[in-house]
């Protein structure tokens, strides 16, 4: 099974989307100087942030692709369990593309997140200095500052827990 948490950032609007379920009284926190709004997702479609090289090579696939993708407001966040090597990554990515989103995607160690970067390229027209991979502070901040130049994210655990118990102390 793969579970990833994925966030929408609009570019035109300058709106970080995060699922519901992440407790509002933490992103308030993580966030004390922002505008926080609560409710449903903006509808607006912006446009294309990448393409998928391949189409979905089974029914599998695709309905792992329009489960992922469909915004039910019941369900903000979903997991996809299917069998090894059915595609879920490629599903989550194109599911990630049908949304017209930017990606943060939260991985167990470094090495999946190698996996998800190489995964990445193979599956998309993203370029590899296109993808971002945090890891310690530094490249956190990086990331705050250059958020437009890179298309995915992807990070651990660790990492956010490690900064989040830093930024506490």
């Known amino acids: 099974s793969i579970k990833a948490t994925f966030f929408r950032y609009d ?4 709106i970080l ?11 308030q926190y993580l966030f004390p100087n922002k505008q926080i709004v ?5 509808p607006k479609v912006s446009k294309n942030i990448f393409i998928m090289k391949n189409k979905p090579r089974s029914h599998i696939q695709q309905d792992a692709i329009n489960f992922l993708s469909c915004n039910n407001q019941e369900e903000p966040q979903k997991m996809l369990c299917l069998a090894t ?8 990515l194109s599911a990630l593309s049908t949304l017209r989103s ?7 160690s470094d090495a ?3 996996q998800w970067k190489n995964a990445i390229l193979e599956h998309t027209n993203i370029l590899e200095q296109e993808i971002f991979i945090i890891q ?5 901040e ?10 995915i994210f992807i990070t651990t655990f660790q990492t956010i827990n490690n900064y989040i118990e830093n930024e506490n102390n």
């Open 112 to 114: 999946l997140a190698t």
């Open 85 to 92: 090597g059915t595609g879920k990554t490629f599903s989550a």
């Open 102 to 108: 930017r990606g943060i995607i939260f991985v167990a």
């Open 17 to 27: 989307t995060i699922p519901a379920g992440i407790g509002m009284n933490y992103i």
């Open 38 to 42: 609560f409710g449903e997702m903006n």
């Open 11 to 14: 570019d035109e609007e300058k």
């Open 136 to 140: 310690g502070k530094d490249s956190i």
């Open 142 to 151: 990086k990331a705050k500052n250059k958020i437009n130049k890179f298309k």
